[in-house]
């Protein structure tokens, strides 16, 4: 999670506070640390893990972004990032020409959590990044006294209203959580082919979209992005799942198609 | 008109004026502190060990204060 964070409208303790909590999540959830959490939790060869109380509100959290998205947002994936060469730091992920390993469709129906303890078959390697951020933000939103914003690698959260700028430009007046999902920024070559972040996990391996990116805006950014994520993945469909949901969404196609749904007409000002 | 009389109106203008006065300077006070807020904004990254301040927009209206997008 090697994200820029900025908060508006925090003091100086409070800037620390945000910047301690964000430190601790990278401690605990990244994949490419040997000695954190997640990365202990996925070594595991026992069939049960005690796992620490921040690990289990927070795989409590990715299971129920699961139900509410019938599986589109997967903790379970980890093993299809790796697969598809998203084994290290984004940063030091380079072209390879060998081809991508086996696909790894999601399992995330056979992960039991009860309180701490953790169940899940031999091989399910769990990635909690779809939701930790999200989650992050919206906890150091509630440290602020007042108005104001936390932003973690573009995802939002809004105390009071604030303009948020949008991709490919526009701004918005915004009051709760906005995310944006795709796969402009997170791509790489493996075995000759484009690779990218945002796994279908029916298929295990990195989805086909009509869509680039997906923002979206709702209550809490744990909630937009979630949401962002699953719109994504269900090309088409996701505008109107959306709606469905009473969320607002906002997709582009390429660099220049800009569709929204009824929700963001209905519910998003523009900022004047 | 009395001097006193006179005195009396200058004085009730005065008030008027100050009352006036106070009630425009409310208002651009709280539009300062709702634009300005958010604009504090404090910058960091997760990997590095400092936080620094740093001036966002203030602007309330056009500018935005954030930006959200893919990362």
């Known amino acids: ?272 | 008109m009395t001097r006193l009389e006179h005195a009396r109106r200058r004085a009730a203008g005065a008030k008027r004026a100050l009352t006036a006065a106070s009630a425009v300077g409310f208002v651009v006070a709280m539009l300062l502190v709702r634009s300005a807020h958010p604009g504090h904004a404090s910058h960091a990254r997760t990997s590095s060990a400092g936080i620094s301040s740093s001036s966002a927009s203030t602007s309330a209206t056009v500018v935005p204060e954030v930006t959200t997008h893919v990362s």
């Open chain 1, 1 to 272: 999670m090697d994200v820029d964070v900025i908060a508006g409208g925090a003091g100086v303790a409070q800037a620390a506070a945000i910047e301690a909590l964000f430190a601790e999540r990278e401690r605990v959830f990244s994949r490419f640390r040997p000695h954190s959490e997640l990365a202990l939790v996925n070594a595991s060869r026992g069939p049960l893990v005690r796992v620490s109380a921040l690990f289990a509100r927070t795989l409590r959290a990715a299971l129920d972004a699961a139900a509410a998205t019938g599986g589109l947002v997967d903790p379970t994936l980890g093993a299809a990032l790796e697969a598809a060469g998203y084994d290290r730091d984004f940063a030091r992920v380079v072209p390879d020409a060998s081809p991508a390993g086996a696909a790894a469709p999601g399992r995330w129906r056979s992960v039991r959590l009860a309180g701490r303890v953790l169940a899940r078959p031999p091989g399910v390697r769990l990635d909690l990044n779809g939701v930790v951020k999200a989650l992050a933000v919206d906890e150091t939103l509630a440290l602020l006294d007042g108005p104001g914003f936390v932003s973690a690698g573009g995802d939002v959260a809004v105390r009071g209203g604030a303009v948020v700028g949008l991709p490919r430009g526009g701004s918005v007046r915004v009051e709760g959580g906005v995310a944006t999902s795709g796969i402009t920024h997170r791509r790489w070559l493996r075995g000759g082919a484009v690779q990218h972040h945002l796994i279908d996990a029916r298929t295990g391996r990195p989805a086909s979209s009509r869509w680039t990116e997906v923002t979206v805006a709702a209550p809490t950014c744990l909630d937009a992005d979630v949401a962002a994520k699953a719109a994504f993945l269900l090309s088409d469909d996701g505008p109107g799942w959306l709606d469905e949901r009473g969320l607002a969404g906002r997709f582009l196609a390429g660099d220049v198609v800009v569709v929204t749904n009824r929700a963001w007409r209905d519910s998003v000002p523009e900022a004047a």
